[in-house]
C-alpha cells in the first residue's frame, strides 16, 4: 500500500495563498486518480479537486477558478495551489490516491485568519 504525505498546510491570512503537496512511496502516475480532500471540525470530508491518470481535472464548484490541482514528475507529488482563500476553506487537507485501493494522507491543517 502507497504512502501518502502531505505538506504546505499552515496560517494564511484571507485573500492569501498556500501551496500543499502530496508526496508519495510510489509513482504519482501509476494511480487512476488521486484528490485532495478536506474535512472541516463537525462536518463530513468533502472533494476539493482529484485528477485522473489520463490527466482530467475536477474540482468542487466552492473552490473553481481559486485551487489548481496538479501533478509534477519530477518531484513525484501532487499539488494543490490554493489562491483567494476564504475564511470558509479552513480544514484538515486530505491527500487521497487509489489504485485498487485507497490510499489517505495524514492530513495537514489550513487556516484562514486574519
Known amino acids: 500500500q502507497a504512502q501518502l504525505v502531505e505538506s504546505g498546510g499552515g496560517l494564511v491570512q484571507p485573500g492569501g495563498s498556500l501551496r500543499l503537496s502530496c508526496k508519495a512511496t510510489?509513482?504519482?502516475?501509476?494511480?487512476?486518480?488521486m484528490a485532495w480532500y478536506r474535512q472541516a471540525p463537525g462536518k463530513q470530508r468533502e472533494l476539493v479537486a482529484s485528477?485522473?491518470?489520463?490527466?482530467?481535472?475536477n474540482y468542487a464548484d466552492d473552490v473553481k477558478g481559486r485551487f489548481t490541482i496538479s501533478r509534477n514528475r519530477a518531484t513525484n507529488t501532487m499539488n494543490l495551489q490554493m489562491n483567494s482563500l476564504k475564511p470558509e476553506d479552513p480544514a484538515v487537507y486530505y491527500c487521497?490516491?487509489?489504485?485498487?485501493?485507497?490510499?489517505w494522507g495524514q492530513g495537514t491543517h489550513v487556516t484562514v485568519s486574519s
Open positions: 487521497n490516491a487509489h489504485r485498487g485501493v485507497t490510499n
Open positions: 510510489e509513482s504519482i502516475f501509476s494511480f487512476s486518480v
Open positions: 485528477i485522473y491518470g489520463g490527466g482530467s481535472i
